[in-house]
């Protein structure tokens, strides 16, 4: 039986970006992975996602070309050929991926851990397909499932997990999203550009509930103009078939049906390995971890999905590679400086049409941590680049403390406000003051202008701001 310095069960971001680390280090590892390397983010989530998002806005644009001076698109999408463009990226992204692990000699076993045991030298993993694999650390990176509501189940024929919808490879005559979180409102926003009749149901009284309040708002504004409905302070009791499709029955005693419906309404820890004589501590049923992700069974990490931290793939990677340092230490002596993980500073995008994307406090938030806070606005409608994009929806939002008017949130709803973001994710990180402004010179002409524009008006000095 082979016994590695670190076993790491899962190969989503956390895992194999945690490995390649490792190996980077000099430090032997494997990773154990039932399906293929990158986790639901690179298969079935993140990138896929963005693959189906692209096409839905060159559709659009497309669509809407003849306010640009060209000839407008009047066909309807040939979805066969954007859902195989979409398997094509994953393939190419997932590939290279693997690419790097083999080229870096870390072995990949294909299989299912299934109970863990202690041994002199470290732990044993034993799996479903009878094999043990011994190390002196693990990484447990094992992600989440999607939950499911009493009375509607996913069987991913009427009733599908983001997963499922993934697998269409034809559009859907309607479609119901149950649950207006980030996977709800990308998908409604995909589907509905390329035409299906879509809805969202969301229980609390908002989408994106735990967004900055103001830019939900203006979003779903701009989602309703689009055609999506969306209803909100109302949940699903229960979903039947019926020649259509499927019935939702609404706790407002309404219904509706449609012929696919999209659950999504959070995921649960997938962590269903058997301890056997350890006891691994967990909080609703999450794994506890440390500033350094360590649990409290010495020598295992645990990161990712199964932590209960903020789920996003970018959160599972950073954990990754802490806990990789932090065996480093522990296997090497080596010095370990890294901070700990802020999960509040951690860029959170939803990749709606139009994007919106937040790092930082909300301007709720830090009333409530603060007391005294600063708020600068600039709409993307008095930015030259924007308006020649044609692409003006939306503003940039930015709070700082008023005692030192240190930045501590930035919102952004708009055009690339992904991309954006990560300005601002640096300047919270750095601890910036407002008047950082004063020293950075912003390209021209550019999005960007609005993030300087935004940090201006915190102190009422925007230029362009009406």
């Not at 199964?306 to 522990?330: E, N, Y």
């Not at 500073?345 to 709606?352: E, G, Q």
Request: proline letters at 5%; charged letters at 20%; glycine letters at 10%.
């Amino acid at each position: 039986m082979p016994l590695h310095d670190v076993l790491i069960i899962g190969g989503g971001p956390g895992g194999y970006e945690a490995a390649i680390r490792l190996n980077q280090y000099g430090i032997d590892c494997a990773v154990l992975e039932s399906a293929r390397i990158g986790g639901i983010c690179l298969n079935w989530g993140c990138i896929p996602t963005k693959a189906l998002v692209r096409s839905a806005e060159l559709y659009h644009e497309f669509r809407d070309a003849g306010s640009y001076g060209l000839p407008a698109l009047a066909g309807q999408a040939d979805y066969q050929k954007v859902f195989e463009r979409k398997n094509s990226v994953v393939e190419q992204l997932v590939g290279g991926i693997e690419f790097l692990i083999r080229k870096r000699g870390i072995p990949i076993l294909s299989e299912r851990a299934v109970a863990v045991a202690r041994t002199d030298q470290g732990y044993v993993v034993e799996t479903a397909g009878n094999a043990r694999i011994e190390a002196r650390h693990l990484i447990v990176a094992t992600g989440s499932l999607p939950k499911e509501l009493p009375g509607v189940s996913i069987d991913e024929e009427r009733i599908l997990s983001s997963t499922g919808l993934l697998q269409l490879d034809r559009l859907p005559k309607s479609l119901a999203v149950v649950g207006g979180g980030v996977v709800g409102c990308e998908f409604a926003s995909i589907f509905n550009a390329f035409g299906v009749p879509t809805q969202i149901i969301e229980f609390l009284p908002r989408i994106l509930a735990t967004e900055d309040e103001e830019l939900t708002k203006r979003l779903t504004l701009a989602l309703k103009k689009s055609g999506i409905k969306i209803t909100t302070g109302v949940g699903v009791q229960s979903g039947q078939a019926v020649t259509e499709g499927t019935e939702l029955l609404l706790s407002d005693g309404s219904s509706l049906t449609a012929e696919k419906v999209l659950l999504s309404v959070g995921r649960a820890p997938q962590h269903d390995l058997c301890w056997q004589d350890l006891h691994i501590e967990t909080e609703k049923g999450f794994i506890k971890i440390d500033d350094t992700m360590r649990t409290n069974l010495p020598g295992v990490y645990a990161i990712g999905d199964v932590t209960g931290k903020l789920p996003l793939a970018h959160t599972a990677a950073k954990q990754g590679l802490i806990a990789a340092a932090h065996i480093r230490r522990s296997l090497r002596g080596c010095e370990f400086n890294l901070p700990p993980l802020n999960y509040a500073n951690i860029p959170r995008c939803t990749f709606t049409s139009p994007e919106l994307a937040s790092v930082g406090l909300t301007e709720q938030e830090a009333q409530d941590r603060y007391g005294g806070i600063q708020v600068g606005r600039f709409p993307f409608s008095a930015n030259g680049k924007a308006l020649a994009l044609g692409n003006s929806f939306g503003f940039v939002k930015t709070v700082a403390r008023a005692s030192d008017s240190a930045l501590v949130g930035m919102h952004i709803l708009g055009p690339q406000a992904a991309e954006l973001i990560a300005q601002g994710a640096l300047l919270i990180a750095l601890e910036a003051p407002a008047n950082v402004v004063e020293r950075v010179v912003w390209a021209h002409p550019t999005l960007s202008e609005a993030v300087m524009e935004s940090l201006e008006d915190l102190h009422k000095l925007s230029i362009h701001k009406i």
